[in-house]
């Protein structure tokens, strides 16, 4: 055990405690983490190397990114490599200056095992918070930037007595944990959208929309037989063009009233849900195959996407009527044909009739409505 002094506190019956602890204990007990997708495990880190001409980093970047583990069940977000270049530099001038604390605000920190706190004194709410001492059994809520920089200038704290004031829970419930993350960090830090999305739809609490609609978006980018294979930005970052939040809330929309539970005969509807989605975005691509891999053409952008999916309960529809598997990818090519008789690709041109129409998501799924309406373009 390592004894750390701290003061217990209650609030609305949660009891948490403020300790001081030092930083080889930080060194040693806590673990970082980021919340990732890639099958790989990529860089937990965010940020490129220093361009040609910077200050060089004080960073040892190598071993700094093994000490970060990425996973889909965490929930902070990448580490972004000029926040921690920046604290370091800030903790070397106010180790210099000796004017300044580097740390002077509380880190928020939750441990998974049960802790034991010893009065001392008269007062019971002053004395010893014994903490098992585990590699990696303390995690940040608040704070992970600044303790990763401490632990990235570990070396030259030697011989110096540093305290770092820190708010701690003991068997804090995960969705507490990641409630209390999103609460700090959603306004002042402008947590994105993206990745709200999907702390909202798995971990902060159970919204089965939600999280069905961010399950589909996750198919449609990590499948690579989807047409939209990595070209989803996933939490916000990484190579694709296409945001995630518009995508999920579009989708949110269309699972909220249950709409695609009325009729299905699939024993798992939301796998059936990843499924048609997925097979739905691969026939849109074939009718519109020359806007779709073309270069000037606005297709695959939010409100295009967006529209497609906004249309797709009338596809649904149509399925049912011919007594089709609502994820079977040639009825559903049969059902969306029309689109390419009636609108076609041009229809997508960006510096053409999208521009020139002005499109909005509203306007597109009216056309591609009444495409499916009026399959041989009768008079409306």
Partial sequence: MINVAAIRMQQFGVQFYQASLTASDIDKLVRFEVLNYAAGGQSGVRGGK?????VPSKVNWDLLERRIASSDKAYQRQIIRRKIDELVQYYEQCRQARDLPSIPGAVIISCDEKLTFQASGDDPRVGIL???????????IDGQH??????????????????VPAIIFDRLPEDHVVQMFVTINAKHTRLNASHLVSLSGRQLYRDEALATAHDIVRALNDREDSPLYDQIKLLGVGRGRVAQAPLAQELKKLFAPDAFAAGHRSSDPHEEAKKFFVNYFKQIALVFNGAWNGRKYAIRTPPALRAFIRVAPDVIRRLDQEHAERSDFRAIGRVIAPWGRRIGDLRFETEAAWKRGGTTVESLTKELKLALQYPEGAAV
Avoid: N
Avoid at 50 to 54: D, E, Q, S, T
Avoid at 146 to 163: K, P, Q, Y
């Fill in 146 to 163: 600044r303790l990763l920089a401490l632990h990235a200038d570990i070396d030259r704290f030697e011989g110096e007595d540093f305290s």
């Fill in 130 to 140: 014994k903490v098992p001492e585990r590699e990696g059994i303390l995690r940040a």
């Fill in 50 to 54: 220093a361009r040609p001409g910077a």
